[in-house]
């Protein structure tokens, strides 16, 4: 066949009803983090494994970096501590307003309901 | 004449950067004076050829020029302090695709987002490298902006003749984030690969974060093991030779504001199939084969069996490419840069 509109009928009339065709979503969902999600994040832990060098031939580059961040643990330490407290506060204050957001709307729709 | 250029970032493979140095080529080849400048420079880049961006004197050129594609601080003084300015918009990608794995880049887009409003307010002219993002920004400003497309500069590359390897090969090459949709790419790529066992993907792009590669080597290890690879820091003439040895180019993305790699693919005289979204549509045009929302990767699956099997569909498709990439030339992209810069110029 010359027409790509060609291909894409031919390609819909062969996909139509299979279950791959079905199942997969194909636009993402909302990105909003969960206060769960937000809780496993408040807690920082800063990994040796992730400093790394991405130039060419980084090897010693990345060595070096690790040496620096092991010879800086108490500071760093200390402030990835700072940090997680911080974010911890505010984690825990988003939850409890999730929580008294929840209890109000309970009580209003208490408060709206008809009495029996 | 003398036009300076920022950068919100420079790095050797960004592409952006690419854009903002082909203009300055442009430029010179006009006998057009300047430099360009950026706040952050990423390993890599050639020394001296951006300057950091607290050496600009804005009031120096003529014609300040902004490519826009993300938040950098203190644009908005140097902008209002400009003779005559251009923002060039290039996209910022929306927060809600980062919120969930990377959420500093989430809040990056989200300050992005209002900086460009606030920018777009300062700046002398708008314009942007699509008509999506151009239709982007006048919502936000509320005035005219042109479109100059991407500069799609084909004489440093080398010719599109193909190196293929004897299992048929799909190629992406963008970014590893969520909205570039790699995961869908992988899924509809294992189902073509159950009647194509020898099929190989290669997708090509530095990842977001160490965890959302592994979640997507992950999906790739569970529906294709073995068959799918992950590549990132090529040099360029690494990268031409992935597209040599492919033999289709698929991109799913759910949002580009232009997406470079489909002109690198017509180049090479790969069939693109995408999805028909953001800037995608217009850059493709007739070039490609487009899915749209109401497909899935059933109808992607069935579209790679056909474009890597049909030898008629493949020289269609190059024609068509190759009509395509004329639009994108230096010639006729230098014609509207230039256009509008002396336009503005002599206001």
Redesign the interface.
Known sequence: MKDPQEALAAARAAAAGTREEEATPWSLEDGTVSTRRLAEWAMIQPETARVYSTRRLGRPITAVKRLLVRMLRQYIGQMSAQQSRFNAQVAAHVMRLEQRVAELEEAARDRDQPPA | MRVDQILCAAGPVDGVTGQALAYRRLLRGWGWQGEDYAPVQA??MPGGAVRPLHQLRPARAEVLVVHYSGYAPGLAGLVAAARRSLLVSHNVTP???????D?AE?VRCQLGRAQLGELASLAGALAAVSEFNAADLRSLAGREVSVIPVLFDRRGLPDSRPHRTSSPTVLFVGRLT??K?QD?VI?AFA?WRTREPDARLVLVGTPLS?DFAATLAGLAAELAPGAVAFES?LSAGQLWERYRAADAFLCLS?HEGFCIPLLEAFHFGLPVIARDTGAVGEVIG?A????D?D?????????LG??VS?G??RA??RVRAERRLAQFAHDAVGVRLREQLAMMAAS
């Open positions: 390993a890599g927060a809600h695709y980062f919120w969930a794995s959420p989430a969520p909205h949709r869908l899924r189902r160490p820091g759910e007739e490609g084969v487009l899915v929302g497909d899935g990767v059933g109808t992607v699956a069935e579209l056909i474009v049909d008629e569909l269609e498709l």
